[in-house]
């Protein structure tokens, strides 16, 4: 195998889990959910200024279990890019999937997903992979 290197010198990941309809019972407004993936002081101008990027500021103060999927798709993401990951994994996404997060964030961004149509839609380049690793490229 190759070695990748990155300038800071350690790879950063975001993880968004896939989509589920979540807890009525989720105390959190779309704010909140997007400051519990901070770990630093500035974690409050950061969620703002990524949810603002995702066209969701508008629902700062919605609660997350009032969020449409698409919304709360969004949400999710915000949380996953306010610790300015090097690479973004989303895991079977839903709507609300723009090719714009890449280009906002300089972030590489890895989709999963069992929809080849919507890969095919939305990325640069597409792996396939079976049980055994690494079936081709398209």
């Known amino acids: 195998g190759g070695k990748v290197s990155f300038p800071s010198g350690e790879l950063r990941f975001g993880y968004v889990p896939q989509q589920t309809n979540g807890s009525p019972d989720h105390p959190f407004t779309a704010y909140e959910t997007v400051i519990l993936g901070a770990s630093c002081k500035k974690g409050k101008e950061?969620?703002?200024?990524?949810?603002?990027?995702?066209?969701?500021?508008?629902?700062?103060?919605?609660?997350?279990?009032?969020?449409?999927?698409?919304?709360?798709?969004?949400?999710?993401?915000?949380?996953?890019?306010?610790?300015?990951?090097?690479?973004?994994?989303?895991d079977e996404p839903s709507q609300g999937i723009d090719c714009e997060i890449n280009e906002e964030s300089g972030t590489t961004v890895i989709l999963v997903s069992h929809h080849a149509e919507m890969l095919s839609k939305l990325s640069t380049r597409k792996i396939i992979m079976e049980r055994n690793g690494v079936k081709g490229e398209v």
Do not use: H, T
Not at 46 to 69: P, Q, V, W
């Open 46 to 90: 950061k969620a703002l200024e990524k949810m603002e990027m995702l066209g969701i500021s508008s629902l700062k103060d919605e609660r997350f279990c009032n969020l449409s999927g698409g919304q709360k798709q969004r949400v999710l993401i915000a949380r996953a890019l306010i610790s300015e990951p090097d690479v973004l994994v989303l």
